[in-house]
């Protein structure tokens, strides 16, 4: 199975910070990620696929990058609602595994 | 509007068995593969099992494969899980989710609970 990686587990930022997570597969997955957003109590929420599409209606303050084995999420400017857990997941191939999170909580 | 509702969740003793299912509506239900994710409290996601949109191929995490069977009944469109021999690292909320090439839609989840 292709492990996942996520960096950091945790991050304390304040409002209109810029954050950075990182996601790294063991194995080449080409384009193959996906970003979600998870709330206490509440499903998963797609944020991105295909490494860098965006969702319909996600705010364009989410942003994704890379190929192959490095990705990267990033918030241009974190506001309130930012605040929350984010996995990224590989559907290259199956099983389709995640990451395991990365806690953007208040500084 | 896509709608995924999950029921069958509750409280099993280990080496017990239990079947998930997931209603599907507002989407043509064949047209999609889909999927099993758990959750452990407080714990991350975990992908469980997957299938093809005509069933036709299936996928288990190495942790519920040989005790975990994934199915669909596309004229129900309805998703399955079949769990058996359910152990205490099985609890968790289990989601469905859509999606061929990504999980775009998700249920709101149904929490299995194993314990004696």
């Known amino acids: 199975d292709i492990q996942m990686t996520q960096s950091p587990s945790s991050v304390s930022a304040s409002v209109g910070d810029r954050v950075t997570i990182t996601c790294r597969a063991s194995l080449g997955i080409s384009s193959w990620l996906a970003w979600f957003q998870q709330k206490p109590g509440k499903a998963p929420k797609l944020l991105i696929s295909a490494a860098s599409s965006l969702q319909s209606g996600v705010p364009s303050r989410f942003s994704g990058s890379g190929s192959g084995t490095d990705f990267t999420l990033t918030i241009s400017s974190l506001q309130p609602e930012d605040f929350a857990t984010y996995y990224c997941?590989?559907?290259?191939?199956?099983?389709?595994?995640f990451g395991q999170g990365t806690k953007v909580e208040i500084k | 509007e896509v709608q995924l509702v999950e029921s069958g969740g509750g409280l099993v003793q280990p080496g017990g068995s239990l079947r998930l299912s997931c209603a599907a509506s507002g989407f043509t239900f064949s047209n999609y593969a889909m999927h099993w994710v758990r959750q452990a409290p407080g714990k991350g996601l975990e992908y469980v099992s997957g299938?093809?949109?005509?069933?036709?191929?299936?996928y288990y995490a190495n942790s519920v494969k040989g005790r975990f069977t994934i199915s669909r009944d596309n004229s129900k469109n309805t998703l399955y899980l079949q769990m058996g021999s359910l152990r205490v690292e099985d609890m968790a909320v289990y989601y469905c989710?859509?999606?061929?090439?990504?999980?775009?839609?998700w249920g709101q989840g149904t929490l299995v609970t194993v314990s004696s």
């Open positions: 989710a859509r999606g061929n090439t990504a999980l775009g839609y």
């Open positions: 299938i093809v949109s005509n069933g036709g191929s299936t």
């Open positions: 997941q590989q559907t290259n191939s199956f099983p389709w595994t």
